[in-house]
């Protein structure tokens, strides 16, 4: 009967080390479950990082791409504005000249075909609203055949460089005229 109870005895502390040791086991379980959702997550997110930046490496490179010319382009602009100028004030109808008018029209014009091939354009607004974001006004003027706030006369063109603005317009702005007020001799 002792060897019964020394059986039972240990059959009891074999069960309880069973049962403790699966406890022990599903308690590591679950946290290695846990510790591997944690890996992944991690993981999910460093793969967004990575791709974030690889779309703003790709966004830096286009932009650099679109704008590298800027400086340059701008550095032009003055030349464009002394060919248009030197046109202005040149007569057209002086035969001296005319040759060199007719030179200095077609050097202008390759010039802006050049331009525009690399998507440099004029902003030319006369006639059109007056927009702050393009056109940076220099003087205000009464106007009675244009709308108020309407581009008046252009200084100086301006320019965008793929749709960013390069130089603003320089331009001349219209107000409405100031009402007449009745002289001294229409009073009386």
């Known amino acids: 009967m002792a060897d019964e109870q020394t059986m039972d005895t240990q059959n ?3 069960n309880q080390a069973a049962d403790v040791a699966g406890v022990d086991l599903a ?17 999910l997110r460093v793969a ?16 650099a791409h679109k704008f590298a010319l800027e400086k340059f382009a701008g550095d032009l602009l003055p030349v464009i504005d002394s060919l248009e ?37 004029a902003i030319d607004p006369h006639g059109e609203p007056f927009n702050a974001e393009h056109h940076q006004a220099m ?10 706030n309407s581009v008046l006369k252009v200084f100086q063109k301006g320019y965008q460089l793929n749709g960013r603005l390069l130089r603003p317009a320089m331009v001349v702005v ?5 009402p007449v007020s009745p002289s001294i001799d229409e009073q009386a």
């Open 12 to 14: 009891q502390d074999a």
């Open 27 to 43: 308690a590591r379980v679950q946290e290695l479950e846990e510790q591997l959702a944690t890996a992944n997550d991690q993981a």
């Open 48 to 63: 967004a990082d990575v791709q974030n930046v690889r779309r703003r490496a790709e966004q830096d490179v286009e932009k």
């Open 85 to 121: 100028r030197g046109l202005e004030l040149s007569n057209p109808d002086d035969e001296n000249i005319r040759p060199m008018r007719e030179g200095i029209e077609l050097t202008l014009k390759m010039f802006q075909d050049t331009l525009k091939r690399y998507h440099l354009e």
């Open 139 to 148: 003087a205000m003027q009464e106007s009675a055949d244009l709308e108020p």
């Open 174 to 178: 219209s107000k409405a005229p100031a």
